[in-house]
């Protein structure tokens, strides 16, 4: 059983920066696709930004130029740094894990087998 251990939240003003962390409990981050997907008070699950095990990215519309998604294998973590952000970012922010080559929707919840506890973000204006 593979455990995600997301780290970075906080609470930041209108156009301030965080970095998310995401520590996987077994060496993963070279095998798994893995993404950061979000749920704000009220909503649904949202993609947030996804990389399979080439390096290849997405990133929802709303995030993109915005957040960038990485991973360091030798520390086996996952990163998503997160800049410029807006009061519309608050969420619980979830790292999640497939063990998958790639994925045909690399930003949908259903694709992803492992998640962790999240990481609160909450952004003022």
């Known amino acids: 059983l593979v455990q995600l251990r997301e780290s970075g939240g906080g609470s930041v003003q209108s156009g301030g920066s965080l970095r998310l962390s995401c520590t996987p409990s077994?060496?993963?981050?070279?095998?798994?696709?893995m993404a950061w997907l979000r749920q704000a008070a009220g909503k649904g699950l949202e993609g947030v930004a996804a990389?399979?095990?080439?390096?290849?990215?997405a990133y929802a519309d709303s995030v993109k130029g915005r957040f960038t998604i990485s991973k360091d294998i030798a520390k086996n973590t996952l990163y998503l740094q997160m800049n410029n952000l807006k009061p519309e970012d608050s969420a619980m922010y979830y790292c999640?894990?497939?063990?998958?080559?790639?994925?045909?929707?690399?930003?949908?919840?259903?694709?992803?087998?492992?998640w962790g506890q999240g990481t609160q973000v909450t952004v003022s204006a």
């Open positions: 999640e894990a497939a063990a998958a080559y790639g994925l045909r929707t690399p930003l949908d919840k259903d694709e992803y087998n492992y």
């Open positions: 077994t060496r993963i981050t070279g095998t798994h696709c």
């Open positions: 990389c399979d095990i080439t390096g290849d990215t």
